[in-house]
């Protein structure tokens, strides 16, 4: 038996190192070279998403496109849900949280840009949306906008006005109005801003909002067909996986998710492509505009990035076209509108605001890096 002497084991080990190192890198590169021969595409696939994820804005996360049945599923899908169709996306950037009021001071101080809410409601526009000959009140409009405001006890759920309130002097700096603030509330979303406002704050941004298809593919992230962004269960008991609404609507606001309003952005966990609250929390503006029939009206075969009808119409409010907005927001309950789906539509019309809506921006792959 032969004994090695330490610094000849040292050698001896050494040897054998560097051999099982060259014998390792020879094996990935063949291992490559076969991948490359057998699936040239997927090698292409994983070199394009590493090269996404280095270029990635910052803040941002890469959506891989794809394709996916786009709509309602489940008993609580509503009619403007359907019918389900095939939908194409192309990949596309989107950020990873809503736009948050420290994003929105940025450009505010950058642009001295003044939101909707902060303007005197021009009555010739508000006329446009009220029935012929309405007669303009006596008293001058005053800067304002809706704020959510709890009933004493239970309420007929048909009639919104029971607790949403125009509340003079409220926006985004006072989201609840006057002697309200934002004050230490940097990383929750920012709220009060209207589709115009969005739109403003992603052209300064060099983004865009998305489109209700992008939207709902990146709300789902890959889970098909399923009814819930997280998978097939209802948000029951303590473990509540989205900022939204526990107990008796409008009245009773449990907060068993430990949010009554707006929740710092991340506080819940991301989906399967790393973005926060996509459900609940608040509204998200899209770029599209809603039409309760668009869906019927759609080709049977897949359609690539939809971006929406050219015109709006709601039979609830036939007199006021409306933007869409997705996700649903910390007042989302079963009892009202369970639109905590990723395929749930919901409207308002451009110049709204409101202290459950606000944004999150995307950016097209062509787009990226001309900043
Ligand atoms: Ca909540």
């Known amino acids: 038996m032969?004994?090695?002497?330490?610094?000849?084991?040292?050698?001896?080990?050494?040897?054998?190192?560097?051999?099982?190192?060259?014998?390792?890198?020879?094996?990935?590169?063949?291992?490559?070279?076969?991948?490359?021969v057998i699936?040239?595409?997927?090698?292409?696939?994983?070199?394009?998403?590493?090269?996404?994820?280095?270029n990635c804005p910052p803040g941002m996360v890469w959506i891989p496109g794809g394709e996916f049945e786009m709509g309602g599923v489940g008993k609580l899908a509503r009619p403007d849900e359907f019918p389900v169709h095939k939908v194409?996306?192309?990949?596309?950037f989107m950020d990873e949280t809503e736009v948050t009021n420290a994003q929105f001071r940025k450009f505010v101080e950058s642009t001295g840009y003044v939101t909707t809410a902060e303007?005197?409601?021009?009555?010739?526009?508000?006329?446009?949306?009220?029935?012929?000959?309405?007669?303009?009140?006596q008293k001058d409009f005053a800067p304002g906008?809706?704020?959510?405001?709890?009933?004493?006890?239970?309420?007929?759920?048909?009639?919104?006005?029971?607790?949403?309130?125009?509340?003079?002097?409220?926006?985004?700096?006072?989201?609840?109005?006057?002697?309200?603030?934002?004050?230490?509330?940097?990383?929750?979303?920012?709220?009060?801003?209207?589709?115009?406002?969005?739109?403003?704050?992603?052209?300064?941004?060099?983004?865009?909002?998305?489109t209700e298809a992008e939207w709902e593919y990146a709300a789902r992230a890959g889970k098909a067909n399923q009814e819930y962004s997280w998978g097939k269960q209802m948000p029951k008991g303590k473990r509540i996986p989205a900022n939204l609404w526990q107990g008796g609507f409008p009245y009773d606001n449990k907060c068993l998710d430990k949010y009554s309003l707006t929740a710092p952005v991340r506080s819940f966990a991301p989906n399967a492509y790393g973005l926060y609250d996509m459900i609940g929390n608040v509204?998200?503006?899209?770029?599209?505009?809603?039409?309760?029939?668009?869906?019927?009206?759609?080709?049977?075969?897949?359609?690539?990035?939809?971006?929406?009808?050219?015109?709006?119409?709601?039979?609830?409010?036939?007199?006021?076209?409306?933007?869409?907005?997705?996700?649903g927001s910390f007042l989302c309950c079963e009892q009202y509108c369970s639109s905590y789906r990723p395929s749930a539509r919901m409207k308002a019309s451009p110049d709204s605001s409101q202290n459950h809506l606000g944004f999150r921006a995307v950016k097209s792959e062509f787009a990226a890096g001309s900043d």
């Open 2 to 36: 032969i004994t090695l002497r330490p610094h000849q084991k040292v050698k001896h080990r050494l040897r054998n190192s560097d051999f099982d190192s060259a014998m390792f890198r020879n094996l990935i590169a063949l291992f490559v070279l076969l991948v490359s």
């Open 39 to 54: 699936a040239p595409n997927a090698v292409q696939e994983v070199q394009s998403r590493a090269m996404k994820k280095q």
């Open 88 to 92: 194409k996306v192309s990949g596309f």
């Open 119 to 137: 303007k005197k409601p021009d009555w010739e526009e508000i006329k446009k949306q009220l029935p012929p000959h309405a007669k303009k009140p």
């Open 145 to 210: 906008s809706l704020v959510f405001i709890s009933t004493s006890g239970p309420v007929p759920l048909n009639d919104i006005s029971r607790w949403w309130k125009w509340i003079e002097g409220a926006d985004w700096r006072h989201p609840l109005g006057p002697g309200s603030s934002i004050d230490g509330k940097d990383d929750h979303p920012v709220v009060q801003v209207s589709w115009d406002d969005a739109s403003a704050y992603c052209k300064w941004a060099n983004k865009r909002l998305p």
């Open 283 to 327: 509204w998200e503006w899209c770029s599209d505009w809603y039409r309760s029939d668009y869906y019927s009206g759609l080709a049977s075969s897949s359609i690539t990035n939809p971006e929406g009808p050219q015109s709006s119409y709601d039979p609830g409010e036939p007199n006021i076209a409306k933007r869409v907005k997705r996700g």
